[in-house]
């Protein structure tokens, strides 16, 4: 294997741990949202919108 082959195999693996961490952070934000009854403040279409955690299915 190459060198360059070698950063390459590397940086996919580096970058499947960060979007993993990422869906896990969001699914613990997510739950605790559940748990609190709490709403989300996103943005979605240009448009702010306030929307409840249990209406949340995925991300």
Known sequence: MSKNQKNSCDVM???QR???GILLAQ???L???L???LSFIVC???QVL???ASEISQF
Do not use: A, S
Request: hydrophobic share 30%.
């Open 13 to 15: 693996l580096m970058q």
């Open 18 to 20: 960060i979007d993993e």
């Open 27 to 29: 699914r613990r934000l």
């Open 31 to 33: 739950n605790k949202g």
């Open 35 to 37: 748990h609190d009854d």
């Open 44 to 46: 979605l279409d240009g």
């Open 50 to 52: 306030e929307v409840p």
